[in-house]
């Protein structure tokens, strides 16, 4: 890997883990388009926390307020159990179907179908955002979290966005568009968090420093600067009604990706 490489992959990490357009996906679909394999644990637990760090820092206001209002403020421990709830329906999901959501990731047509359906949802999305419920954060019901964090475990299917699933499944559930935006986001701390961690344990297994651990660093970096990009344009095209954009993007990489695979690829 050389610091272009480095720069590339870091990018296009950063970028696609918030926009809905799926992360995984394009990981699976460039993969057997182009013959690129996962550079090692090492680089996949850095650009992890790269982007946990981009979300830390676009919500670092509601992180304080959360922190801080775990003893005496009512809407904060709401929100925290809310996470928690949250979470623990995404882990669940994980452990019963994650072997079979994994088994998908050598199947790129089967990415690409996934990628129409993320595009059906992005485009649900720009409907419902355009008449929102009236839900607030103190006023979810745990059901709401539950629902919304089984949505973030489905997305472990490559061509699911993790990003678009969660916050159709807020929207739905009658969130209002500011409420479901932060939830998604503070919904995917825990997660990402968590895979960072059990790719991190094999790290300590391996026998000294990794040779490009300054490339690794600089991806990580790149992975930071454009997950807080990608979370501002994914929060702007959501107010501004313009998150259908997505949809199409996803149509047509799903497309190309079914007909590239089935034809071409035979």
Known sequence: MNLAEAAILGLLQGFAEFLPISSSGHLVISQHLFGISQPGVT???LVH???MLSIVTVFWGDLVALIKG???NREQKKLFILLLVGTIATGFVGLVLGSFFKSLFEQPVVTGFMLL???ILVFLISRLSQSPGGKTIEKMSYLDGVVTGIFQGIAIIPGISRSGSTILASLFRGLKRQA???YSFLLALPAIAGATLLEAIDIFRMPGIPEYLWLYLFAAFMAFLAGI???KIFIKFLNEGKFYYFSYYC???GAFTILYFLIFKK
């Open 43 to 45: 680089f996949e637990v």
């Open 49 to 51: 926390f790269g982007t």
């Open 70 to 72: 775990l003893a005496n």
């Open 117 to 119: 359906i993320t595009g």
């Open 180 to 182: 479901a935006i932060k």
């Open 229 to 231: 990009l990608s979370i």
């Open 251 to 253: 149509w047509f990489a």
